[in-house]
Structure formats: structure tokens, C-alpha cells
């Protein structure tokens, strides 16, 4: 079979154990251990401008791994990653348009660092190996490959929402963006609203046509687009699960609880994850429920992100206020309702707090599948598991529906939906549980990757533009 290439922006760190923030780089990572295969990415590393292209790119091989990495110059950088693909795309694709900015200097340095990784790629692709691009950073690579000559199969596996065509169109580039979508040869996305929402656009905006399955005609080419729910491990988080039961970090932070029940959530310190709105939400349910001071405490761990971008230097700024405000208003001398930690942890150090947790507060204001909604489900205990709190605007809501869904606009509603998570009968968590388990097993994460490598491989049977 030929050889399957990754590539995304971020990579995971090729050493076991280390943190990654990013359902990307834990998804990918996940899914190539075990069948192996390229990975090609940034390194995370910005050098001088002085450093001209083309730069390096440098291998490390961990298994059946084999990681291809590649600097970025300070322009290249600032206009690629933090001007368009963050600050323009990811606010657009997360339906907040008013936080996006746009300049087509940006939009200029996207290309050329698609460019570039196309360029780099093509060093070492065979014209047999099979392609597979992830996310927003690089909907232009499909279009650097065959403009210097590739006719691999390509396909883009989009981690995020796709917006409707007129969110989507307040992005100046838009036609440029869609028409250079338009040369992968598959698309997945992880919601079929997405599918949907993209399709319109081809659709509505280029004179494309449906037919049948998901394959779409547009500009002379054939496009087959589908729905593929990213999914985790669940065996191997119950078994970390397990371990972390009676760990030592484990013993230490029952003691620290005390008896007292535990909230938790896991983000990326991203405005998308809707953290101020859940504060908001955590302080009504503080103030209509007494009877559960000293009872409680919320553990909000939320890791710094692409923290050169203006509106994540801000949501951070109030965060630090609302957490010192929600403290100061509730606390004991020997009770601290809200502990608010902005730091990474490795994956065997959030398994006890995942497996204590009574409740997950997993409510992003958009996200396209949110991990770590799954994650908590299957670090949950079956015999006496905690309850998940889910937006109903987190892709992974279509699957989850035995989570108290909530939109996380509606603070009274978060409020009284922590208060009932808290108060659930066991009988009912478990069926809530059993149902979440069964559906994350059939949509696990190997058969994420099957799906999209198979459908990949095979070309749509309309592969003429008849
Ligand atoms: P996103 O891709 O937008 O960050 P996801 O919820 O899909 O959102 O994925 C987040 C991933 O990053 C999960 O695998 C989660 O365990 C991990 N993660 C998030 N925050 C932290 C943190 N503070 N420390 C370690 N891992 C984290
Ligand atoms: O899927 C969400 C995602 O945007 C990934 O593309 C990205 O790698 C991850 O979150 C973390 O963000 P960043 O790579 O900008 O640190």
C-alpha cells in the first residue's frame, strides 16, 4: 500500500508523556502510533528574518513515527500563523467575525508558508503516497502540491467548525480560500452541519453541483466531502484511568478535597471555550446554593495559548480578575471554591482529576469536537461516574446527547445544570454514562482514521466531471 504522509502545523513532541494542548496534535499522534507513517509540521521554533528560506527541515524517528519538522522566520510567523490562520481564520471558523482582523499582507504570508511546506514535502513524497492535511493553517496546501505538479490524493481534515457562507464571507479572501479548498479530493469535517455549511458555499457561491454521497462537482473538479467525528482512545484512558486511581497524585488530591465534591474543566485559555461565561455561571450557582459552600470546588486548568494575539492577552487579563473576584466573594479561611491553574499538564497527571471530578463543565461557545469532553467520559469510573455539563455548540454535543446539554449563554441554565449534575441519582449517571461510552467506542479514534485514510485512498466513483 502506498505510504501515507501527515501534515499539520503543530506536531505533538515525538517523546511519550510530554503535554500537548491541542486535540490536533493528541488526536494525530494517537491515531499514527500505532499503524505509523510521516508526520510533517512546524517545529514551534520562530528564527530571525535574517534566516532566509528555504530552511531546514529536520527528521527524529520514535517508532513507527517518523517526525519531519521545519522553523518559521519571524514574518513568515507573524503572518501566517498569528495574523491569518489566527487571527483572522480561527475567530471566523468559531463564528465570533468581530474579533477577527484582516490584512492582505496575512493572507499573502499564508500562502507562502503553504508554500513552503509544499515545497518541503515534495523533497521526500513519491507520486504514490497518499496525503492527509489537518486544519484551518493549511487550506492552501492541496493547491501549492498541484501547482508544482502533484496528482497525489490529497485530502484536509478540518478540526474546527466550518462557518456559514455569510460568516465565512467576511473574510476579504474568502474566494480565494474556497477555490483553493476546492483541489483536495477529500474533505472531512467533524459535524455534518459543517459538511453542510461548506457545501453551501460551493454550492451557492461557485456554481458547484451535488451529487450523490457527499461529492460535489465544482471548477472542473471532483470533491467528495464527509463526516468524520474525531474520537479518543477509549481503552487505553480507562486503563490510565485505572493506574491513576490509587497514584500518589491521586491520594494527594483527595486529601486536598477534603470530602468536598469536585468541578472540572480543561482548555486551552481560548476565547472560544466560553471560560468567562462558565465563571459567570459558576458564581450563580455559588450564590442560589448554600447549602453547597464548603461542599464544592471548581478546578479550572486552562493552559496559555498563542498568547501574542491580541484577544487571548485579553480574555486572560479577565479571567485573572473574575477568578480573584469569585474568591474573594465565596472563600473560607479553609475553602477555596474556584482554583484556577494556567499551566499544561501531562496526560497521566490530568487522569486523577478527570477520575475524581464529579462533574466535566465542558462549554466552549463554538468548538468542533472538544477532546476533552470525551476524555472525562472515559476516565469516568462506570460503577459511580461523574457527569458531564456539555455546550450544545461543541461538535462532540451530536454524539454526546446523555449529557445535560447547555448553551453557554444561558448562565441560569449552566447554574442549574451543575446543580442538578451534583445532585444526580447514581442510577441515572450510569445510564447517561453507559449511553456516552457506547457511542465514543463505535466512534473511536481508530476508526476516525480508517475511514478518512480509506475514503482517501478510493476515489469518489463519480471521479470524472461528467
Ligand atoms: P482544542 O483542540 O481546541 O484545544 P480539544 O478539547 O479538542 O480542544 O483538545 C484539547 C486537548 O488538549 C485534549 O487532549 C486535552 O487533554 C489537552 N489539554 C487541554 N488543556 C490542557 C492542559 N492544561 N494540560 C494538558 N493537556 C491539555
Ligand atoms: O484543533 C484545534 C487546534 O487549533 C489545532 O489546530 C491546534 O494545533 C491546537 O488547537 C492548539 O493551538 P496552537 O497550535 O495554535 O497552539
Not at 469536537?369 to 454535543?397: C, T, W, Y
Request: glycine share 8%; hydrophobic share 45%.
Amino acid at each position: 500500500m502506498s505510504r501515507l504522509i501527515v501534515v499539520s502545523n503543530r506536531v505533538a513532541p515525538i517523546t511519550e508523556g510530554e503535554p500537548t494542548a491541542g486535540g490536533l496534535a493528541a488526536g494525530v499522534m494517537d491515531a499514527l502510533r500505532q499503524k505509523g507513517g510521516r508526520w510533517f509540521g512546524w517545529s514551534g521554533q520562530v528564527v530571525p528574518d535574517m534566516v532566509t528560506p528555504p530552511l531546514p527541515v529536520v527528521e527524529q524517528r520514535s517508532g513507527p513515527i517518523s517526525l519531519y519538522t521545519t522553523d518559521l522566520n519571524q514574518r513568515d510567523y507573524d503572518t501566517y500563523y498569528r495574523g491569518f490562520a489566527n487571527g483572522t481564520l480561527w475567530p471566523v471558523f468559531h463564528y465570533q467575525a468581530e474579533l477577527a482582523r484582516f490584512d492582505w499582507v496575512d493572507f499573502e504570508g499564508y500562502r507562502r508558508v503553504n508554500g513552503r511546506f509544499a515545497e518541503a514535502i515534495g523533497a521526500f513524497m513519491t507520486p504514490e503516497d497518499v496525503v492527509w492535511v489537518h486544519d484551518y493553517h493549511l487550506l492552501c496546501l492541496a493547491e501549492a502540491l498541484r501547482e508544482r505538479g502533484a496528482r497525489n490524493r490529497i485530502g484536509l481534515f478540518l478540526h474546527t467548525p466550518f462557518p456559514a457562507p455569510a460568516v465565512m464571507m467576511n473574510v476579504p479572501a474568502h474566494a480565494e480560500l474556497l477555490a483553493a479548498m476546492c483541489q483536495y479530493d477529500l474533505i472531512g469535517f467533524q459535524t455534518e452541519s459543517d459538511r453542510l455549511a461548506f457545501a453551501d458555499y460551493v454550492l451557492r457561491e461557485m456554481g458547484g453541483e451535488a451529487r450523490a454521497d457527499g461529492v460535489l462537482a465544482v471548477a472542473g473538479r471532483i470533491i467528495r466531502t464527509g463526516v468524520y467525528p474525531i474520537g479518543v482512545h477509549v481503552d487505553m484512558l480507562r486503563a490510565e484511568a485505572e493506574a491513576a486511581a490509587d497514584s500518589p497524585q491521586m491520594q494527594a488530591l483527595r486529601a486536598s478535597l477534603n470530602g468536598r465534591a469536585l468541578v472540572m474543566s480543561v482548555d486551552r485559555l481560548d476565547y472560544s471555550k466560553g471560560l468567562p461565561q462558565r465563571f459567570a455561571a459558576y458564581e450563580r450557582f455559588l450564590a442560589e446554593n448554600a447549602g453547597w459552600h464548603r461542599q464544592v470546588e471548581f478546578a479550572q486548568i486552562a493552559v496559555p495559548s498563542r498568547s501574542d494575539v491580541h484577544a487571548y492577552q485579553e480574555i486572560r487579563r479577565q479571567l485573572e480578575g473574575e477568578a480573584g473576584r469569585i474568591n474573594g466573594r465565596f472563600a473560607e479561611l479553609d475553602w477555596t471554591p474556584l482554583r484556577y491553574l494556567n499551566r499544561s499538564f501531562a496526560r497521566r497527571d490530568l487522569m486523577p482529576l478527570y477520575a475524581a471530578a464529579a462533574v466535566g463543565l465542558v462549554t466552549p461557545l463554538r468548538d468542533g469536537m472538544n477532546l476533552v469532553a470525551k476524555e472525562f467520559i472515559a476516565a469516568q469510573d462506570p460503577e459511580d461516574p461523574g457527569v458531564l455539563v456539555l455546550s450544545r455548540f461543541a461538535g462532540a454535543a451530536r454524539e454526546l446527547d446523555a449529557a445535560l446539554l447547555v448553551n453557554p449563554h444561558d448562565e441560569r441554565a449552566m447554574a442549574a445544570a451543575l446543580a442538578r449534575a451534583l445532585a444526580m441519582p447514581l442510577q441515572e449517571r450510569r445510564e447517561r454514562h453507559g449511553a456516552m461510552m457506547a457511542v465514543m467506542r463505535r466512534n473511536s479514534l481508530e476508526r476516525w482514521r480508517d475511514r478518512f485514510e480509506q475514503d482517501l485512498r478510493t476515489p469518489a466513483a463519480l471521479d470524472s466531471v461528467a
